[in-house]
T-cell receptor
C-alpha cells in the first residue's frame, strides 16, 4: 500500500515571500501521479498542481512549482510571492497510474496536511 | 453545472441514529468517490463507483456504512447506528476519463457531528 507523509504540521510565510512545503511518499509502483491540493477554511478541496511520475520536468502553475525527486520519493511544493489568499491547509496526494480502469480505481491517498499561514 | 454538490452541509445527530448524505457529481462524470476526513487529518478513501457499480470499498467502510449510486448519477452514503467516532467531514469527488489525468473534483463536504 502507498503512504504519503507530510512532516510539517504548520508553516508560516510573510506576504510576497517564498515558502516550501515538504512531502514524501512510499510506493513500489513506477508509474503514478502526485498532486498538491489546497483546502481553504471553507473546506472545499482545490487542485493546485499535478505531476506525472514519468515526466522528469517539474510541474509549474504560475506561482506554484514542485520539486519532484523520484529516486528519493520526495515531492515538495514551492509557493512564490505568497499572497494572503494562499492561506489554507495543503495536502499532498498520490494516485496510481492504473487509474479508474485498474485495480486502484483512481483513489487518492493523502498526507496529513500542512497548515499554511500567510502574514501581511 | 457549477461543480459537485453535497447535502446536507451539516448534520448533527444522536448516537445510535441513522443518517444519510447525498452527493450530486458533475453531470457528465461517471466516476464517484467518497472520502472521510477527521479534524486535522487528510481525507481517507471510503468507496468508489463507476457509473452505478460500486467497484471498491475500503476496510474503513464497516457494515454500518452503505453507499449507493442507483442510476449512475447521484450517490448516497448511509451510516446506521451512528457512533461518536463517525464524527467527521464526508467528502464526495467525481471525475471522468475526459478530464486531464482523471482529475477529481471535490464537493464542499457534509460535516457530521454525533453527540
Amino acid at each position: 500500500a502507498q503512504t504519503v507523509t507530510q512532516s510539517q504540521p504548520e508553516m508560516s510565510v510573510q506576504e510576497a515571500e517564498t515558502v516550501t512545503l515538504s512531502c514524501t511518499y512510499d510506493t513500489s509502483e513506477s508509474d503514478y501521479y502526485l498532486f498538491w491540493y489546497k483546502q481553504p477554511p471553507s473546506r472545499q478541496m482545490i487542485l493546485v498542481i499535478r505531476q506525472e511520475a514519468y515526466k522528469q520536468q517539474n510541474a509549474t502553475e504560475n506561482r506554484f512549482s514542485v520539486n519532484f525527486q523520484k529516486a528519493a520519493k520526495s515531492f515538495s511544493l514551492k509557493i512564490s510571492d505568497s499572497q494572503l489568499g494562499d492561506a489554507a491547509m495543503y495536502f499532498c496526494a498520490y494516485r496510481s497510474a492504473a487509474g479508474a480502469g485498474g485495480t486502484s480505481y483512481g483513489k487518492l491517498t493523502f498526507g496529513q496536511g500542512t497548515i499554511l499561514t500567510v502574514h501581511p | 453545472d457549477t461543480g459537485v454538490s453535497q447535502n446536507p452541509r451539516h448534520k448533527i445527530t444522536k448516537r445510535g441514529q441513522n443518517v444519510t448524505f447525498r452527493c450530486d457529481p458533475i453531470s457528465e462524470h461517471n466516476r464517484l468517490y467518497w472520502y472521510r476526513q477527521t479534524l486535522g487529518q487528510g481525507p481517507e478513501f471510503l468507496t468508489y463507483f463507476q457509473n452505478e457499480a460500486q467497484l471498491e470499498k475500503s476496510r474503513l467502510l464497516s457494515d454500518r456504512f452503505s453507499a449507493e449510486r442507483p442510476k449512475g448519477s447521484f450517490s448516497t452514503l448511509e451510516i446506521q447506528r451512528t457512533e461518536q467516532g463517525d464524527s467527521a467531514m464526508y467528502l464526495c469527488a467525481s471525475s471522468t476519463r475526459g478530464t486531464v489525468n482523471n482529475e477529481q473534483f471535490f464537493g464542499p463536504g457534509t460535516r457530521l457531528t454525533v453527540l
